[in-house]
C-alpha cells in the first residue's frame, strides 16, 4: 500500500483526525486547500458487516465509484472482487495483481478493442442488455461466459440507471436463443436496482424473475450458474431505507429462488456501499460578502454569502448529477453557541461560472474568512468525478488506518 498519505493511528475517527489537522493549520497558518480525510478502518467495517449480511453473496467492488489506490489496496487485500467498466479499470485492477477471474466486466455496452483487451487477458465474465452485443462479442472474444443483465423498475432511486441499461423482460427469452445460435455462452443473470435504490423489494422482484430466466436458459442449453445481484446499497449511514432492510429482502428471496443446495454463485457489485461514508471534505471560506434578503415577515434580513475553495465543478460535481441526492449537509467547524443566531447563507464554489453554487440558501451561524466547513459521507462518485477548472486543484487526501486493522489486513494478504 502507498505510505505517501497513509497514517497508522491508535484510535481515531476520521472527525476528530480533522479536527487535529485544521487546528494545526490554524496554528501554521498558509494552508487553506480543501482535502478530504478517509477512513479505511470504515472501509473494513462496511465489509465485514456485508459478509456478515450476506454470507451468500462474494461482492465485486465497483471501481467507478471511487477508484483510489489506497482504497482498492484494501479491498483486494480484504478478498473483494471487482466490476470493472472498461479497459483501463480493467488494467488498474489486473496491475494489482488481482486475477482475471476475480473481475467482472459490467458494462452492457463494450467497446470492440476493450473487449479484445479483455479476451487477451483472461476477464471472461461480461454483461450484454441487447442482441448487438451478442454479435461482437460472438467476434472479439468467443469464450466470453456472458451475464443477462435485465432491466427493473428504479423509481426513486438516487441513480436511474435502467433508463439506459437492461434488457425488458419480454425480449430476454429472445436474446437467450440469439446467444445460442451465435455460440456464445450464457452464464447467469444480472440486475441492478438503481444507485441509491430506495426500495428494497426491487430486490425479490429482480431475483425471481433472474430464477425464471435460470430456468429459460437451461432449457436453452446454456449453464446458468450465476446470480450478479449488482449494487444500489445505501452507503450513508443517515439513509433510509437502512442496508440490513435491502438485507433481509435479499436473504430472504435468495432462499426462496435459489436455494443454497443449487450450485449457483452469487456475487453482487456495491460501490457507494463501501466507500460513501469514509470519506469526509474539508473547505476552506475564502471570501465573504454581506447583503440582504426579505423575510417572509417583510422585514430586511442579513444575507451572508461565502465562496469556498472546492465546488460544484471540482468535489462535489456528483451532487451536481444528481440533485435528488439530499444528504449534502455542510457541519461548521467552529465553537459556536447553540443559541447564536443564524443568518440565511449562500455557498459558492470557487470558479468563474455563477452555476457554481453549493446552496443557494441555507441558515448557519455568522461563519469568516478562514473559516473551515465539513462535508461527510463524500467517498462515492466524489473522487472519480471531478474537474480542476480554472486550475483548482483536486483536494489532497489524508488516509488514516488503525493500528489493528493494519496488522488485519496484513493477516488477510497482502498490505
Ligand atoms: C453496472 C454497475 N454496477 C455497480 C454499480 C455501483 O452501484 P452502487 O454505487 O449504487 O452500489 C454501478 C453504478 O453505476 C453500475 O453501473
Given at each position: 500500500m502507498s505510505e505517501s498519505n497513509m497514517k497508522v493511528e491508535e484510535e481515531t475517527s476520521a472527525l476528530q483526525f480533522m479536527k487535529k489537522k485544521i487546528h494545526s493549520l490554524f496554528v501554521n497558518q498558509g494552508d487553506e486547500d480543501a482535502f478530504f480525510v478517509a477512513d479505511l478502518n470504515d472501509v473494513i467495517q462496511k465489509h465485514l458487516r456485508f459478509l456478515q449480511e450476506l454470507p451468500r453473496v462474494r461482492p465485486f467492488y465497483a471501481v467507478k465509484c471511487n477508484s483510489s489506490d489506497e482504497i482498492l489496496q484494501v479491498l483486494a487485500a480484504l478478498g473483494t472482487g471487482f466490476d470493472c467498466a472498461s479497459q483501463d479499470e480493467i488494467k488498474m485492477i489486473l496491475g494489482m495483481g488481482v486475477p482475471a477471474t476475480d473481475i467482472i466486466y459490467a458494462h452492457?455496452?463494450?467497446?470492440?478493442?476493450?473487449?479484445?483487451?479483455?479476451?487477451?487477458?483472461?476477464?471472461?465474465?461480461?454483461?450484454?442488455?441487447?442482441?448487438?452485443?451478442?454479435?461482437?462479442?460472438?467476434?472479439?472474444?468467443?469464450?466470453?461466459?456472458?451475464?443477462?443483465?435485465?432491466?427493473?423498475?428504479?423509481?426513486?432511486?438516487?441513480?436511474?440507471?435502467?433508463?439506459?441499461?437492461?434488457?425488458?423482460?419480454?425480449?430476454?427469452?429472445?436474446?437467450?436463443?440469439?446467444?445460442?445460435?451465435?455460440?456464445?455462452?450464457?452464464?447467469?443473470?444480472?440486475?441492478?436496482?438503481?444507485?441509491?435504490?430506495?426500495?428494497?423489494?426491487?430486490?425479490?422482484?429482480c431475483i425471481g424473475d433472474a430464477r425464471r430466466l435460470f430456468d429459460i436458459g437451461n432449457t436453452l442449453g446454456h449453464k446458468m450458474k450465476v446470480l450478479d445481484i449488482g449494487g444500489g446499497f445505501p452507503g450513508n449511514p443517515d439513509f433510509h431505507p437502512r442496508f440490513e432492510e435491502f438485507t433481509a429482502v435479499i436473504v430472504q428471496s435468495l432462499d426462496q429462488y435459489f436455494p443454497s443446495k443449487e450450485d449457483v454463485e452469487i456475487i453482487a457489485e456495491p460501490g457507494r456501499y463501501y466507500v460513501c461514508s469514509a470519506f469526509t471534505l474539508a473547505v476552506n471560506i475564502i471570501t465573504k460578502k454581506e447583503g440582504y434578503v426579505k423575510g417572509a415577515d417583510g422585514k430586511e434580513r442579513r444575507k451572508l454569502s461565502y465562496y469556498l475553495n472546492d465546488g460544484l465543478l471540482g468535489s462535489f460535481l456528483h451532487y451536481n448529477l444528481c440533485r435528488e441526492d439530499k444528504s449534502l449537509k455542510p457541519t461548521v467547524e467552529k465553537d459556536v453557541l447553540p443559541s447564536a443566531e443564524r443568518f440565511p447563507s449562500k455557498l459558492w464554489g470557487p470558479c468563474l461560472t455563477e452555476k457554481d453554487v453549493l446552496f443557494e440558501e441555507i441558515d448557519l451561524p455568522e461563519l469568516e474568512m478562514?473559516?473551515?466547513?465539513?462535508?461527510?459521507?463524500?467517498?462515492?462518485?466524489?473522487?472519480?468525478?471531478?474537474?480542476?477548472?480554472?486550475?483548482?486543484?483536486?483536494?489532497?487526501?489524508?488516509?488514516?488506518?488503525?493500528?489493528?486493522?493494519?496488522?488485519?489486513?496484513?493477516n488477510c494478504g497482502t498490505s
Open positions: 452492457t455496452c463494450k467497446q470492440p478493442s476493450h473487449i479484445r483487451y479483455a479476451a487477451k487477458h483472461g476477464v471472461n465474465r461480461m454483461t450484454f442488455d441487447c442482441e448487438s452485443e451478442l454479435v461482437k462479442v460472438a467476434k472479439n472474444h468467443p469464450t466470453a461466459e456472458m451475464i443477462l443483465r435485465i432491466s427493473t423498475d428504479d423509481d426513486g432511486s438516487i441513480s436511474c440507471l435502467n433508463k439506459k441499461f437492461g434488457a425488458p423482460l419480454e425480449i430476454c427469452a429472445y436474446l437467450l436463443k440469439v446467444a445460442k445460435s451465435l455460440h456464445v455462452m450464457v452464464t447467469g443473470v444480472s440486475f441492478h436496482v438503481g444507485s441509491g435504490s430506495g426500495n428494497p423489494q426491487s430486490f425479490h422482484q478562514g473559516d473551515w466547513i465539513l462535508f461527510q459521507n463524500m467517498g462515492a462518485y466524489h473522487m472519480t468525478l471531478r474537474t480542476t477548472f480554472n486550475g483548482f486543484p483536486s483536494p489532497n487526501v489524508q488516509y488514516i488506518l488503525g493500528k489493528e486493522n493494519e496488522r488485519y489486513l496484513r
